[in-house]
């Protein structure tokens, strides 16, 4: 496929929003072996069974200098003959004699799960001096390299120039590489940012070619204009809208806009992501900040979940799961919760008054979820209009609110009053209470 044509959806279907964990929050370019290993075996034992199925290593898996906050210019990347990156078997001693991720792999895929790569878009600085032979063309990397499409915050990689004839030989050969180690999943970098159509049609032909399904996850997503819809639909999986969420606040709340333009479009043709969830231990060797168990408070974390699940949103979580806290791992096992998240559809947002704002979506056997947060810095107290969620009037029934399986009090209401003021009369009140910075998800079930 010539960049610029358009063609079916190249990439594997997803019939759920993609779910699992990333090293980035915690181990930032410096992962190793042994640590992917022991994330996955707790995923494996703790939360696969919850649909959490994907183990992503994050970004600069070649580099055997890469430390924490930042990059290395000039980084000695490990690369084949023909200027493909192979992990650094210093860190990934079974990638050691060219064997690459196949064994990791293997492992992963033993224990029920799915490998995850990152990858940067382009080809390498190194390729490109040494001039690397591309295989499967008779080019050579400067024959297709473009410089002045570069990465402006990672040194390592430059554009490629897809007008040169042949130029998609580097990737196709790239995507051969990774289907040969048995990888199911690839978070490919500095796509949306400013947008790289041409880069993302011939990423997606790749993959297309290569023989083996995997899902494709395109980052950053700084600035992301919902314009760009139908042809992310038509090359990925999952597409950022938001750059790098951490642990802060700020961060969580500025996402409950984005997920208000873009959740209604989430489906399996394609998954709006809010992040990584930046929740445990996070920050052992990471990007930004020193180890510590997250920032957010026990109410914030509720909201960042409970925002993605019913937005819909791709859940990688980014803490060490050996080294989070119970808690933390009992957020991600709630599985009345992460049924909103696998089966719910027309989530959106129905209401925002600050501090309220509410989100309804149905389910698949008659279910009505509605979520309510409070972004203000008091607790809230307020009555919800049954009608004002899309429920009816009376006969409500029992509502339940997932995150403590606790029923919800509900009273018709004769006549206005101050006890349920904003309720019309002859509706039925919702009474709930809201943290600061807090949420509820609730769960109607039709009589």
């Given at each position: 496929?010539?960049?610029?044509?358009?063609?079916?959806?190249?990439?594997?279907?997803?019939?759920?929003?993609?779910?699992?964990?990333?090293?980035?929050?915690?181990?930032?370019?410096?992962v190793?072996?042994?640590e992917?290993?022991?994330?996955?075996?707790?995923?494996?034992?703790?939360?696969?069974?919850?649909?959490?199925?994907?183990?992503?290593?994050?970004?600069?898996?070649?580099?055997?200098?890469?430390?924490?906050?930042?990059?290395n210019?000039?980084?000695?990347?490990?690369?084949?003959?023909?200027?493909?990156?192979?992990?650094d078997?210093?860190?990934?001693?079974?990638?050691a004699?060219?064997?690459g991720?196949?064994?990791?792999?293997?492992q992963?895929?033993?224990?029920?799960?799915?490998?995850?790569?990152?990858?940067?878009?382009?080809?390498?600085?190194?390729?490109?001096?040494?001039?690397?032979?591309?295989?499967g063309?008779?080019?050579?990397?400067?024959?297709?390299?473009?410089?002045t499409?570069?990465?402006?915050?990672?040194?390592?990689?430059v554009?490629?120039?897809?007008?040169?004839?042949?130029?998609d030989?580097?990737?196709?050969s790239?995507l051969?590489?990774?289907?040969?180690?048995?990888?199911?999943?690839?978070?490919?970098?500095?796509?949306?940012?400013?947008?790289?159509?041409a880069?993302?049609?011939?990423?997606?032909?790749?993959?297309?070619?290569?023989?083996?399904?995997?899902?494709?996850?395109?980052?950053?997503?700084?600035?992301?204009?919902?314009?760009?819809?139908?042809?992310?639909?038509?090359?990925?999986?999952?597409?950022?809208?938001?750059?790098?969420?951490?642990?802060?606040?700020?961060?969580?709340?500025?996402?409950?806009?984005?997920?208000?333009?873009?959740?209604?479009?989430?489906?399996?043709?394609?998954?709006?992501?809010?992040?990584?969830?930046?929740?445990?231990?996070?920050?052992?060797?990471?990007?930004?900040?020193?180890?510590?168990?997250?920032?957010?408070?026990?109410?914030?974390?509720?909201?960042?979940?409970?925002?993605?699940?019913?937005?819909?949103?791709?859940l990688?979580?980014?803490?060490?799961?050996?080294?989070s806290?119970?808690?933390?791992?009992?957020?991600?096992?709630?599985?009345?919760?992460?049924?909103?998240?696998?089966?719910?559809?027309?989530?959106?947002?129905?209401?925002?008054?600050?501090p309220?704002?509410?989100?309804?979506?149905?389910?698949?056997?008659?279910?009505?979820y509605?979520?309510?947060?409070?972004?203000?810095?008091?607790e809230?107290?307020?009555?919800?209009?049954?009608?004002?969620?899309?429920?009816?009037?009376?006969?409500?029934?029992?509502?339940?609110?997932?995150?403590?399986g606790?029923?919800?009090?509900?009273?018709?209401?004769?006549?206005?009053?101050?006890?349920?003021?904003?309720?019309?009369p002859g509706?039925?009140?919702?009474?709930?209470?809201?943290?600061?910075?807090?949420?509820?998800?609730?769960?109607?079930?039709?009589?």
């Open positions: 496929m010539t960049a610029g044509n358009s063609a079916a959806p190249t990439t594997a279907a997803a019939d759920r929003p993609p779910m699992g964990w990333n090293s980035w929050d915690s181990y930032g370019t410096t190793t072996e042994a992917v290993l022991a994330n996955a075996r707790f995923l494996a034992e703790h939360l696969a069974p919850l649909g959490w199925d994907t183990v992503v290593i994050d970004i600069d898996w070649s580099d055997p200098s890469a430390r924490s906050h930042g990059y210019v000039d980084a000695p990347l490990t690369i084949d003959a023909h200027g493909r990156l192979l992990p078997p210093g860190r990934f001693p079974s990638a004699g060219g064997a991720f196949g064994p990791l792999a293997e992963l895929h033993a224990l029920g799960l799915r490998l995850g790569i990152h990858v940067m878009r382009g080809i390498p600085r190194r390729a490109v001096a040494a001039n690397s032979p591309v295989l063309s008779s080019l050579c990397a400067s024959d297709i390299a473009d410089p499409n570069s990465c402006e915050w990672n040194p390592h990689m554009g490629i120039d897809h007008s040169v004839p042949g130029a030989a580097y990737y196709d790239v051969a590489l990774y289907a040969g180690w048995g990888v199911d999943f690839l978070k490919v970098d500095d796509m949306l940012w400013p947008y790289q159509a880069e993302i049609e011939a990423f997606s032909a790749a993959i297309a070619g290569c023989g083996r399904p995997m899902q494709l996850s395109l980052s950053p997503g700084r600035d992301l204009s919902l314009t760009r819809l139908d042809h992310l639909r038509e090359h990925a999986t999952m597409w950022r809208i938001c750059d790098d969420l951490w642990d802060r606040w700020e961060d969580v709340e500025a996402n409950f806009a984005r997920f208000a333009r873009w959740a209604p479009h989430a489906g399996p043709d394609g998954w709006p992501d809010g992040d990584m969830l930046p929740l445990g231990r996070i920050g052992i060797r990471a990007e930004r900040g020193e180890p510590r168990d997250d920032l957010l408070t026990p109410h914030e974390r509720r909201t960042l979940m409970t925002l993605w699940v019913i937005a819909r949103s791709p990688m979580v980014g803490g060490d799961l050996p080294g806290d119970p808690a933390t791992i009992a957020l991600l096992q709630n599985a009345g919760v992460l049924a909103v998240h696998a089966g719910a559809t027309s989530s959106r947002e129905i209401f925002r008054e600050d309220l704002i509410l989100w309804t979506a149905d389910g698949a056997r008659g279910e009505m509605v979520a309510g947060f409070n972004v203000g810095e008091e809230l107290t307020v009555s919800i209009d049954a009608q004002d969620v899309g429920l009816p009037a009376q006969g409500l029934g029992e509502i339940i609110e997932l995150w403590s606790q029923t919800v009090p509900t009273r018709e209401v004769a006549a206005q009053s101050d006890a349920a003021r904003g309720v019309a509706s039925t009140a919702i009474d709930v209470r809201i943290p600061r910075h807090g949420a509820v998800l609730l769960r109607h079930r039709p009589r």
